[in-house]
């Protein structure tokens, strides 16, 4: 049973791009969360889905950012005219059921330039 | 305030030696906890759940006090392999996972 994946890895991006992070829960793992880290600072919660729905947005900024956890494929973190503040690591968590333990994926580090 | 609240530490202590973390949470409505692990610059990585009875895991031992809402972490025989930062987890009704910012722990030779 792989476990949740992420990529890319790294990403860089020029200010005023757009950035797509992607993430496949582990199998039979339907609730996917996502969090950001800043350098030297702790986890963020940005945004809880499970499978097509937005279950739970308030940590993720109102603009720009967007997710989604499709039927089918991994569940994308969009970021839309990324600026050098959103430069950090993503990390993407996925737990079968309510109130259990979540497991994370390596993360994407995204560098904007 | 704050959902989860650890001490940033950072803890140094001697191979060998006994360590403990606290953690407190503010809404007593909490109904999953959890210790997590990070290593500098990668992902969390679950090191045990929590219950209200205590558990315990070869070195490790958690304790939830859920009148006092806290948590705690204690580690015995400190290895150099225990360095990382300690991240306490407590879920709500929604099932949104709340990370405390963490304890830093380096285990001195």
């Known amino acids: 049973n792989a476990g949740v994946m992420q990529n890319p890895r790294h990403l860089v991006r020029r200010r005023g791009q757009e950035a797509r992070l992607r993430c496949s829960p582990m199998?039979?793992?339907?609730?996917v969360y996502w969090y950001r880290q800043l350098p030297e600072e702790g986890l963020k919660f940005m945004v809880y889905l499970q499978k097509e729905n937005i279950i739970d947005e308030s940590g993720m900024p109102k603009e720009r950012f967007s997710a989604e956890f499709p039927k089918e494929g991994p569940s994308i973190l969009r970021i839309q005219q990324v600026v050098r503040g959103d430069s950090a690591a993503y990390f993407c968590a996925s737990s079968p059921r309510v109130n259990t333990e979540a497991f994370f994926g390596q993360g994407t580090r995204l560098t904007v330039v | 305030r704050k959902e989860v609240e650890q001490d940033p530490g950072p803890f140094n202590v001697p191979e060998g030696a006994t360590v403990a973390f606290n953690c407190t949470y503010s809404?007593?409505?909490?109904?999953?906890f959890f210790w997590y692990r990070q290593d500098c610059r990668k992902e969390p990585k679950l090191l045990m759940s929590?219950?209200?009875s205590g558990n315990e895991d070869g070195r490790f031992t958690a304790q939830l006090n859920r009148a006092s809402q806290y948590i705690s972490l204690l580690i015995r025989d400190s290895k150099l392999s225990d360095s990382a930062t300690y991240l306490c987890v407590v879920t709500l009704t929604g099932n949104q996972f709340y990370f405390g910012t963490g304890t830093s722990l380096t285990v001195i030779p």
């Open positions: 199998k039979g793992h339907s609730h």
């Open positions: 929590v219950y209200s």
């Open positions: 809404n007593s409505a909490s109904q999953s």
